[in-house]
């Protein structure tokens, strides 16, 4: 039989394609907004996605009602990370928006992290240590964002 031709145009998101249930995942939550289901290559064990059902490719192009959902559910599940039967001293809640950031699928996800000391996970960053001067400008430029924003 002769190779089946790709489609053309870009391949598809793979966490639309998990969604409609054409890539296989380890899932752990659904509701109508959002599922949760573990990363294929965890940084600890137990680590896994939130992600929202509408594709999303920006936090700009997500409805913040999924967004709070997407938190919400967060929180739930790192609740239960405390209480399952794993390794869980700790929990960190990670979204890389854009790819300066560092995000890699481009649809909004929300990872959860179960941390134990010594487990070797680490964000290499180093504080700087502007004066209070620059804090207070940097602090005015947000608020204007933000003021023009709510309008
Ligand atoms: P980010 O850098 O925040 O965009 O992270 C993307 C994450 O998605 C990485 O941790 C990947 O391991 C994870 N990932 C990519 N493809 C899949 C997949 N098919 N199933 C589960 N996790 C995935
Ligand atoms: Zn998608």
Redesign the pocket.
């Known amino acids: 039989m002769p190779a089946m031709a790709s489609p053309p145009g870009p391949p598809p998101c793979?966490f639309c394609e998990?969604i409609a249930g054409r890539?296989e995942?380890s899932p752990v939550y659904e509701d109508d907004q959002v599922v949760a289901?573990?990363?294929?290559?965890p940084v600890t064990r137990g680590h896994l996605?939130v992600v929202p059902r509408a594709h999303a490719a920006r936090l700009s192009a997500l409805d913040p009602g999924t967004g709070a959902s997407l938190f919400a559910v967060a929180h739930r599940i790192a609740l239960a990370l405390y209480a399952a039967d794993l390794p869980c001293e700790g929990v960190n809640l990670f979204l890389?928006d854009g790819e300066a950031a560092?995000?890699?699928?481009d649809h909004v996800?929300l990872?959860v992290i179960p941390r134990v000391t010594g487990d070797g996970f680490r964000i290499e960053a180093s504080g700087q240590q502007p004066g209070r001067p620059e804090l207070d400008a940097t602090a005015g430029q947000i608020r204007i964002a933000l003021a023009a924003d709510i309008g």
Request: charged share 10%.
């Open positions: 793979p998990i890539l995942s289901f573990l990363d294929i290559n996605l890389a560092g995000q890699e699928v996800h990872h």
